[in-house]
């Protein structure tokens, strides 16, 4: 028996425009969706059970939960994806029910920095310690988020969940966040390692990462997204921003897997070693003094490759900058009619804007 309810009934009358998008963003992120009826009953591996049900004027939503955590995880989930998919609408997502009391989010760990190495002039590879990390360690989960303490801020004050499905943070300034790929974990250990991108640009990420020693603290929420499915033949393709996730995938695959990954960077002085599987070419391609985000290298390059039919058999990944991501998944969905569940597209970043200024402007900086 579920202890603690809550619903919320959003006034939301061109939910037919924003509902596809709102599934499968939900779907990225560790739910699981069926239909219900006409609607669909949303389960998580936090526990908890959800109800989602669109009509021609409304969107309901309906949390129940043993525990606050899993509660106010499930109504924060829920609050922030419709949020960020529909931001254009200026949605209230007013939750009415229980209201057990702002808590820290059930996934967040803390991690110390255990070691620095410049894998390449402008990759740096940081290991962190913590516990309980076996948690990140989800083959089809490679995301996680990042949290920076300022370290001047002494202690450092994580986000909580409202009872409202909002993250509470902390004062303006002492914690900052961004998204990132678990390049290596080893649940044993306890310890996971993330690639940073040294992109020269002053967000908080890469200063973070730039001035990172052993013993900094930071914290990590997640593991969220979708990985690789089995397939007949695989494209892997990013910017150095996807790299940390295409040589993860290659290093998991069964060495009989055949395809082809296509990795952009500055110049050869940025290749890496990948231990994939001898069927999958790698082709490095260099920018060669051109700003990342600027070229149609990676788009080019993978437009070029005639996708072996039926396109029911093959996996795409895709991580890289909005415009190649843009142009690579409308090609691929669009023009040739691969399968969306045969694919996985990210926009990593866009090129001018920051993560704060995409979070501001919602789901449309980001998709295709
Ligand atoms: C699912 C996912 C996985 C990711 N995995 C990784 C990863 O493993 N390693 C990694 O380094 N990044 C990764 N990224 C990208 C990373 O989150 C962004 O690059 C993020 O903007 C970096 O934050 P920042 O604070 O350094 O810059 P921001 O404050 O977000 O941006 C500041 C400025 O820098 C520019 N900028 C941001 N990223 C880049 C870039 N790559 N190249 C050039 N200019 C840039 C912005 O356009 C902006 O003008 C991932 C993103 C997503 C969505």
């Known amino acids: 028996m579920a202890d603690l309810k809550a619903e919320a009934v959003i006034p939301f009358e061109n939910i037919g425009s924003y509902l596809e998008q709102i599934l ?5 992120h560790s739910l699981m969706l069926r239909p219900d009826g006409d609607g669909y009953i949303i389960t998580s591996s936090f526990g908890g059970t959800a109800w989602l049900h669109a009509s021609d004027t409304d969107l309901r939503l309906k ?10 995880r499930f109504k924060h989930a829920l609050t922030s994806l419709v949020d960020f998919v529909a931001r254009g609408e200026n949605l209230t997502i ?3 029910g229980d209201s057990p009391g702002a808590a820290l989010p059930p996934d967040l760990h803390t991690l110390n920095v255990h070691t ?16 309980g990390l076996g948690a990140f360690d989800v083959p089809d989960q490679l995301h996680c988020r990042l949290l920076f303490p300022q370290k001047e ?3 450092p004050e994580w986000p909580r969940l409202g009872d409202n499905g909002r993250l509470i943070w902390p004062d303006a300034g002492t914690l900052a966040s961004r998204i990132y790929t678990i390049r290596r974990i080893d649940p044993v250990a306890d310890v996971l390692e993330v690639d940073f991108f040294m992109h020269g640009g002053t967000g908080p990420g890469v200063q973070w990462a730039a001035g990172a020693r052993k013993g900094d603290v930071a914290g990590i929420l997640g593991p969220a997204a979708h990985g690789p499915k089995p397939a007949a033949w695989y494209l892997l393709a990013g910017d150095e921003t996807g790299l940390p996730g295409i040589a993860r995938i290659l290093e998991d695959l069964p060495a009989s ?6 990795i952009e960077t500055s110049d050869t002085g940025e290749k890496q070693d990948i231990d994939g599987p001898p069927g999958i070419e790698i082709r490095w391609l260099y920018r060669d003094g051109a700003a990342p985000g600027s070229t149609r290298l990676l788009a080019d390059a993978a437009r070029d490759i005639a996708l072996p039919v039926p396109y ?6 895709l991580g890289t900058e909005y415009a190649t991501f843009r142009e690579l998944r409308l090609y691929w969905r669009k023009e040739l009619g691969v399968p969306a569940a045969r694919m996985v597209t990210y926009s990593h970043w866009r090129r001018g804007m920051s993560e704060d200024d995409i ?10």
């Open 24 to 28: 499968a963003s939900l779907a990225a």
């Open 116 to 131: 620095v190495r410049d894998v390449t002039p402008f990759i740096r590879r940081i290991a962190f310690e913590g516990s």
């Open 94 to 96: 007013d939750w009415q």
């Open 257 to 262: 897997a055949e395809g082809i990954a296509l």
């Open 359 to 368: 979070a501001e402007a919602g789901a449309q900086a980001v998709t295709a």
């Open 153 to 155: 801020a002494g202690t």
């Open 63 to 72: 949390v129940e939960a043993e525990n606050p955590a899993s509660f106010n």
């Open 312 to 317: 029911d058999d093959i996996f795409l990944w």
